[in-house]
């Protein structure tokens, strides 16, 4: 394997990043999601890139600037790597009259510090719902008393707003949810409720479903379960998946996914086409999710990402040989962003010399997916030995190549 790349491709990466944070500061673009996707996905890895996090927070508070995509990054990703310094950083958010915002409120239900909880109090008392809302929720998650009051809060939540805390609130609880207890899910069974009766989008209600049942709550199951057999017809394979959602072990009664129900099981809107189902089935190695994914894998050339993330997952999970000759195609594809995922996928399928190769000749490329995607193999080849994490994970796909921030 390569020696002693991996260091200087990480200090290169840093700084680039850092520097085009610090001009977006300046001058607000359209490339400002991207690039916070990208520090959201770089900064729990990198100490110099959370402290350019902690500068994010500090100048976006100064200016209450909390509907910034950097600030929310900043926020998410300080509390991903347990940085000491986020507490006062989030306590100077909280002072503010939107309380920070919903990133603020968010991020508070995973920081334990005493300190926020009377400004969460006083939160929970803010006559925008939404707000109340997500503080009530931070409490709760903080194991601080909260009444009954979600439960209300829910009957007065408008649909923007429903939305707003499906993205910035509920989504973050889910995709951490193994490191919570399920005390305080347990606590927002009726809340959930009282929101999933009024959510007309499958995504968002899977979100909330899964919350509740994270909580022993048995009325998310039983629903979807009924509406197996009792919806319209059109609707009875997407309600299987569901259930699967809910309970792995039940099956998904013979259904396979295809585009349109993947596209709906999804948070996102539907005409984003996000397939991040498919994938959470393919982790879980069903082999109903096998023809969609060689659907996929067929695009030739391999030179999208979804194709090559499909082939990825039949090679790694279904022991599809063919389909590793699939990501060293796509390691000579002319565009750098997917030779970056190839280096991704070839590191994580064990081939780890020609990863290295391959991240190397991408550290400085103009493409900062390419470059973001050569920092995080470098981060793999240092802690070799030391730990077994995956470099092409679903939350890595969604931020460094889909410039998703979640």
């Known amino acids: 394997m390569l020696k002693g790349w991996g260091t200087g491709a990480l200090v290169t990466v840093e700084q680039r990043v850092g520097a ?63 940085e000491k310094k986020l507490a006062p ?46 503080a009530e929720v931070a409490r709760l998650f903080r194991g601080e008393p909260t009444g009954a009051r979600l439960f209300s809060l829910a009957a007065r939540i408008k649909e923007a707003h429903r939305i707003a805390l499906s993205v910035e609130l509920l989504l973050p609880l889910c995709l951490r949810k193994e490191e919570l207890a399920a005390k305080p899910c347990a606590g927002l069974g009726d809340a959930m409720l009282v929101l999933r009766g009024s959510e007309r989008h499958l995504g968002r209600w899977l979100l909330m479903a899964e919350l509740a049942h994270r909580g022993a709550d048995p009325r998310p199951l039983k629903e979807a379960t009924e509406r197996t057999s009792t919806g319209p017809d059109s609707s009875r394979a997407a309600w299987c998946l569901v259930v699967w959602a809910l309970e792995p072990g039940r099956g998904t009664g013979g259904t396979r996914p295809t585009s349109e129900l993947v596209a709906r099981l999804s948070h996102r809107p539907s005409a984003d086409r996000d397939t991040a189902f498919l994938f959470r089935m393919a982790d879980a190695k069903l082999d109903v999710a096998r023809p969609m994914l060689e659907a996929l894998a067929r695009t030739r050339p391999l030179g999208d990402d979804v194709a090559l993330r499909a082939s990825f997952l039949l090679a790694k999970h279904y022991d599809r040989e063919a389909f590793v000759r699939d990501v060293h195609d796509a390691a000579e594809s002319p565009r750098e962003d997917i030779r970056g995922l190839a280096a991704a996928a070839l590191w994580d399928l064990g081939e780890r010399e020609r990863a290295s190769e391959l991240a190397r000749s991408l550290v400085e490329s103009p493409d900062l997916t390419a470059a973001t995607w050569s920092a995080l193999v470098a981060w793999a080849s240092l802690a070799a030995g030391k730990r077994a994490d995956s470099v092409l994970t679903e939350t890595a796909f969604r931020r460094v190549q889909l410039g998703w921030m979640e």
């Open 89 to 134: 950083l989030l306590a100077s958010a909280l002072k503010s009259d939107d309380f920070g915002g919903l990133p603020a409120l968010s991020t508070a239900c995973f920081i334990q510090d005493a300190s926020l909880g009377p400004a969460l109090a006083r939160g929970a008392a803010s006559s925008k719902t939404q707000i109340a809302f997500a």
């Open 20 to 82: 085009e944070v610090e001009a977006a500061l300046r001058k607000r673009t359209s490339f400002e999601p991207k690039l916070a996707a990208v520090l959201r996905a770089l900064a729990p890895s990198s100490a110099p890139l959370r402290n350019v996090c902690c500068g994010v927070v500090k100048e976006a508070v100064k200016a209450e600037s909390f509907e910034r995509e950097l600030y929310s990054a900043s926020l998410r990703a300080l509390a991903d790597s347990g």
